[in-house]
């Protein structure tokens, strides 16, 4: 069975600074790669994904995302963070190897707090 | 832009009453899924639907769990007799399908259960 990791439970980060949030997946073949953004009391927001092809995928707001394979790694970054970017965010995995497309594993989540 | 709407947003309910959570998937849209996070907790996988029936569900959707698309449009979830532990916000999701996997979600309808 997939699942994901998100080692930061929280991190801080100044307005203007880059940010790094990690998401490590265990699966058996290629994933689906996803991140979701969550604001207080909304719904999900998806920010970007992966398939296949390019690793270094490009996505909503500013975000990228980058696959590599021989770490099992998916990590979200911003060159430079805004306010409005505090907000919990999510790293999933779907397996679609039976060709449906089957239900997302989601990691625990890491909430972004901005510092002024 | 096309999104996914579910309603209500809020729903209370006493132990032991059936509820049905409804949302409108995005149009022409294959896939349509529920999850569910309880409060502070990661958002988790209930239940699949695809070609009118179930595709796929996970050890939560239990039989107190059922889903439909009774016109087409709508998609629901209802949860036969409720338990304090179903208190949680519910998310709809629609996913097109053809190769494009990517899942759309609702706002979510939050209930909570006394």
């Known amino acids: 069975a997939q699942s994901v990791t998100q080692p930061d439970i929280h991190i801080t980060v100044s307005e203007g600074a880059s940010l790094e949030l990690r998401c490590n997946y265990s699966?058996?073949?290629?994933?689906?790669l996803f991140w979701y953004v969550q604001s207080p009391g909304q719904g999900l927001q998806l920010l970007l994904k992966?398939?296949?092809?390019?690793?270094l995928v490009q996505g909503i707001k500013g975000f990228e995302a980058e696959f590599k394979r021989s770490q099992s790694s998916f990590n979200l970054r911003k060159p430079s963070v805004h306010w409005s970017d505090a907000a919990e965010y999510f790293c999933?995995?779907?397996?679609?190897?039976?060709?449906?497309?089957?239900?997302?594993?989601f990691g625990k989540g890491t909430h972004l707090i901005i510092q002024p | 832009e096309p999104e996914v709407t579910q309603t209500p947003s809020h729903q209370v309910t006493q132990m032991g009453q059936e509820v049905i959570l409804r949302c409108v998937p995005i149009?022409?849209?294959?896939?349509f899924y529920w999850y569910r996070q309880i409060l502070g907790q990661k958002v988790e996988f209930l239940v699949s639907?695809?070609?009118?029936?179930?595709?796929?569900k996970s050890e939560i959707f239990d039989d107190q769990f059922s889903v439909e698309r009774p016109d087409g449009s709508n998609f629901t979830l209802k949860i036969r007799s409720t338990k304090l532990e179903d208190s949680a916000m519910y998310f709809c999701?629609?996913?097109?399908?053809?190769?494009?996997?990517?899942?759309?979600f609702g706002p979510g309808t939050r209930l909570t259960v006394t």
């Open positions: 999933a995995v779907g397996d679609y190897s039976g060709g449906g497309a089957d239900g997302l594993t």
């Open positions: 699966y058996g073949a290629t994933p689906y």
């Open positions: 992966y398939f296949s092809g390019d690793t």
């Open positions: 149009s022409n849209h294959l896939y």
């Open positions: 639907f695809y070609n009118n029936e179930i595709s796929e």
């Open positions: 999701a629609s996913c097109p399908g053809g190769l494009r996997y990517e899942q759309y």
